[in-house]
C-alpha cells in the first residue's frame, strides 16, 4: 500500500468544522485514497473516497491536492457524535495478489468537544 | 447502501473449543472477503483474504491451520478460531468488497465480533 502519515489526534469543538490531514506522497496515479471512521467498539464505516478530484458526499469533503501526494477530509460541522479514529487508506490496486487489501494506520482519534 | 451483516457480535467461549464468525454480504455480491483482528487500543491488523471459491490468502504471521476461513458463496465468509486460547481473544472484524462494475464497488466492514476465551 502507499504509506499514509496522519496526526495522532485532533481536538475541534462542536459546530466547528474540522479538517484532518493525511499525507500519501507515494500515492501512484491509479491509486484511490478512502477514508474510514472507526467509532469504539464498532466496525469501520465508510466515510468517502477519491482519485484526483475534490469529491463530498453527505457525511464529509475530501480536498486531494493537485500533486494527490496530500488530501484533507473535512467535516463541515462536527458533532459529539463524530469522535471516533478516522482512518485515511490507499489500498494495493487490485490484481495479482493483492485484491485491493485495505491496510489500515494508526489514524487519527478525534475528539470533538462541547 | 451496501450492508455487511456479522455474526456473532460477542462470544464466549473455552479454551480449547472452536468458534465460528459469519460474515454475509445483505444486497451485493462480494467477490472478495477481508478478515481483521484488533486488540484493545490498536489499529486493525488485516489477517487474510479470500475470495469465493479459492483458498484464502494469509498474512504474515497469521496461522492458517488456527484460522480457517471459508469464502464458499458470493454472499458469505466464515471465521473458524480453532483450538481457541486466551491469547486469541481480540475484536474480529470482516469486510466485504462488491465486484467491479457494480454500483457499490467499495469495502463495506461488519459490525465485529468480541471474542472472549476463558
Known sequence: ?????????MDCAEGRAANLPCNHS???????VYWYRQ?????????????KNNETNEMASLIITEDRKSSTLILPHATLRDTAVYYCIVPQPSGGTSYGKLTFGQGTILTVHP | GAVVSQHPSRVICKSGTSVKIECRSLDFQATTMFWYRQFPKQ???LMATSN??????????????KFLINHAS????????TSAHPEDSSFYI????ARQGARNYGYTFGSGTRLTVV
Open chain 2, 94 to 97: 470482516c469486510s466485504a468488497r
Open chain 1, 1 to 9: 500500500d502507499a504509506k499514509t502519515t496522519q496526526p495522532t489526534s
Open chain 2, 52 to 65: 469465493e471459491g479459492s483458498k484464502a490468502t494469509y498474512e504474515q504471521g497469521v496461522e492458517k491451520d
Open chain 2, 43 to 45: 489499529s486493525l491488523m
Open chain 1, 26 to 32: 507515494t500515492i501512484s496515479g491509479n491509486e484511490y
Open chain 1, 39 to 51: 467509532i469504539h467498539s464498532q466496525g469501520p464505516q465508510y466515510i468517502i473516497h477519491g482519485l
Open chain 2, 74 to 81: 458470493l454472499t458469505l465468509s466464515t471465521l473458524t478460531v
